[in-house]
Each structure stands twice: as C-alpha cells, then as structure tokens.
C-alpha cells in the first residue's frame, strides 16, 4: 500500500456497507489484536483497513463505541478513499509512505457537467478521480429529468 490511512468511524457502519472483517491477526508488537478489512474497488482502489479489538479501556463494543481504524491505500488522494468509504473527507488522515505532501493535494481534474432541456449548460462540481465524477453523473441522470450529465 503507497499510503498510510486513518480515521474514526462507527464499525456497525463500516460493516453494513463492506460486511465484517475478513481476517484477524495477533500484532506482535504488544499493540493486540487486529480485525483486518481488505477493500477492492472496480476503479483499481485497494485499502487495508485494521482495526483494534481492544483499546485502553478493555474490549472495544463495536455496537456503540467509535472505533479507529488504521491502515493502507493504494492512492494517496484523500477524497477518492473517502468517497469509497463513505466517509467525511475531514475525518480522513493520510501519510504518504513514499513522495512527497504534494501527494496529498490533488487537482480537481474532473468535471461534472449538465445540460438542461434548453440547451443551457452548467458545471455541477469537480472532483479528483474518475469514479467519483462518473458516480455523480450517475446519480444525477437517474433522477430521471430533462438534464444531461457527463464528465470533462
């Protein structure tokens, strides 16, 4: 993974949306034990997320209690791992594991355009990956309206 992760999030959350942990793992470390998450997605994101079954007060209650999750990603750009997530673009840490902080700031390359029953034509938002623009659009066009919606 090119980039260390991190953020704070409920796992009941986490786990309606990618199900439950696929795999554990003793750290040897003395740091405890881990449930280990391992995410594809179809544009070619991969992220690890880890997990602590324990924190300094004892057992983590994954029901109620705010769990940190920890991990990697193969794509330093923060909003294209917390537009897959599902997550708070602001609740979402990223250390670059090699390069530089520049990694961190990424263009806003793609745009989202509309085009209304008139012909008129409007940018709706830019975002900086693909898949998040193309899920846009998506989401856009099926509200069923007279609007066109495609990416620049």
């Known amino acids: 993974m090119a980039t260390e992760i991190g ?3 409920f796992a ?3 786990e309606e949306r ?7 793992e003793d750290v040897i470390d003395g740091l405890g034990t881990f449930d ?3 995410l594809a997605f179809p544009c070619g994101l991969a992220v690890e997320l880890w997990r602590a079954r324990e924190s300094f007060g004892g057992a983590v209650d994954f029901a109620n209690e ?3 999750y920890t991990g990697g990603s193969t794509d330093a750009d923060r909003a294209h791992v917390a537009f897959h997530l599902g ?5 979402l840490w990223t250390v670059p594991r090699r390069g530089n902080a520049e990694q961190l ?3 806003l390359r793609f745009t989202v355009m509309r085009r209304d029953d008139n012909g008129n034509e409007a940018e709706v938002t830019r975002t900086t990956n693909r898949c998040e623009a193309d899920a846009i659009a998506a989401m856009y066009a099926a509200r069923g309206h007279k609007q066109t919606y495609w990416v620049l």
């Open 7 to 9: 953020f704070n999030a």
């Open 12 to 14: 009941s959350v986490l």
């Open 18 to 24: 990618f199900g439950p942990p696929s795999d554990g």
């Open 36 to 38: 280990i998450q391992k």
């Open 66 to 68: 705010i769990a940190r």
């Open 87 to 91: 997550i708070p673009l602001d609740s």
């Open 105 to 107: 700031a990424m263009p």
